[in-house]
């Protein structure tokens, strides 16, 4: 790693260290930092647990236990400047042992994570947002063999990259990151390297090849909702269209929750949500960069008063400074998958979506035209990722 030294035109190296000469510790340093940032790893994963020892007749303990996108347990071993010889047996044993934990069990661990660290979020609402799914029944979670390893070391001894490689060959998923620590001045830097697989062959590592009961029982769930939403989409398209509401013209039914449609301020769609227990019509501020969608939000809330005024309710103005993008809410509580109610579901969403339009659309087309002409806007961080 270098230093670039713009103004003399050289680069100067960083040097490199070990985590025992900075003082960094595996718990206290190196643990902490992968749970606030678990994306470091190269992907976005949930940490549902750390110190995890919830393992009948053994008092050992795993550090992080975490799930990814497919619903995956993802078990994440730390070590600091050596791997050890016993890295890869220890994280077999944890993997077999979690293997076979239940959807319930899950939610179980990860609501007691959320009550230890985080003031008692609800991990159903968590993970379903995580999950992008609306209802907890869909998620599958911890499903046949797609149980994940990741190794995090600053060096693998060759028994355990040799072992590893074996491993991956054979079908078990896992991943070895070298963490580099460097110094210069008074900062510290880390480096964090995916080394095995590399990245360009990621596809080598084999999927899964079996179901459990579980996973083919949720499947049908997600396959009965998606052919409820699709249906309830047509319906709902359909009437827009008898009822000349133009925004959607353009969308096709969809088997998602959710339906998009363009506002005239790039990537902060009108959505219209359709759930087992409520429907919503929202403004979602959804741009690459987090910077961008809070100033946004912050020139909307500007004119709250205006807005709830035209509407006629209060929304529900939901930044979620801790996420990229940010909402704006009506929503309205339904059985949306009893047939019956859906026409009145569909008087309900074209009503509010036009007067959602009529109170919005001045203050994003004025948005809109002030990102063209100024170069203001620019200017705001921009956060997207590669």
């Known amino acids: 790693m270098f230093k670039v030294d713009i103004e003399k035109n050289r680069i100067y190296p960083v040097p490199k260290k ?3 000469d900075l003082g960094f510790r595996e718990r206290l340093n190196l643990q902490e ?3 606030h940032q678990s994306d470091a790893l190269g992907e976005d994963i949930l940490i549902i647990q750390k110190e995890f020892d919830g393992f009948d007749d053994t008092r050992e303990r795993l550090d992080l236990l975490a799930i990814d996108k497919k619903g995956n347990l993802v078990v994440i071993e730390n070590k600091l400047d050596d791997s050890g010889k016993d890295l890869v047996w220890q994280a077999l044993k944890y993997t077999a042992y979690i293997s076979g934990l239940t959807k319930s069990q899950i939610l179980d661990i ?24 609306d209802d907890i029944d869909e998620a599958i979670l911890n499903a046949g063999t797609g149980q994940r390893i990741m190794f995090i070391a600053a060096n693998f001894r060759k028994e355990v990259t040799a072992t590893v490689l074996w491993l991956i060959g054979r079908g078990i998923r896992l991943q070895c990151f070298k963490v580099t620590p460097y110094a210069f001045n008074n900062d510290a830097f880390i480096d964090i390297d995916q080394i095995i697989p590399p990245p360009e062959a990621a596809d080598y590592m084999i999927g899964i090849t079996s179901k459990e009961i579980e996973e083919v029982n949720v499947q049908g769930v997600q396959s009965e909702r ?9 319906l709902l398209l359909s009437s827009f269209k008898e009822r000349n509401i133009t925004l959607f013209s353009n969308i096709s039914p969809s088997k998602d929750h959710w339906l998009n449609a363009g506002s005239g301020l790039n990537s902060c769609p009108y959505s219209l949500i359709f759930g087992k227990r409520e429907v919503r019509v929202e403004i979602s501020l959804n741009r690459s960069s ?22 006629g309710q209060n929304l529900d103005w939901k930044k979620m400074e801790d996420k990229r993008s ?10 949306g998958y009893n047939k019956d109610e859906w026409q009145n579901i ?4 074209a009503s509010t979506l036009l007067t959602f339009q009529r109170a919005f659309q001045p203050h994003l087309d004025e948005l809109a035209r002030l990102i063209r002409v100024t170069p203001f806007f620019d200017n705001i961080e921009n956060d997207e990722e590669p």
Do not use: M, T
Request: overall charge negative.
């Open 326 to 335: 940010s909402r704006i809410v009506l929503s309205h509580p339904f059985d």
């Open 290 to 311: 987090q910077q961008q969608n809070k100033w946004l939000f912050d020139k909307l809330y500007e004119d709250k008063d205006e807005i709830e005024n035209i509407i």
């Open 33 to 35: 930092w992968l749970v």
């Open 226 to 234: 998606h052919k409820i939403r699709f249906d309830f989409w047509s």
């Open 18 to 20: 070990k985590f025992c």
């Open 110 to 133: 990860y609501q007691q994570y959320l009550n230890r660290y985080e003031s008692g979020n609800s991990a159903i609402d968590k993970i379903c947002e995580f999950l992008d799914v």
């Open 346 to 349: 569909i008087e309900w969403l």
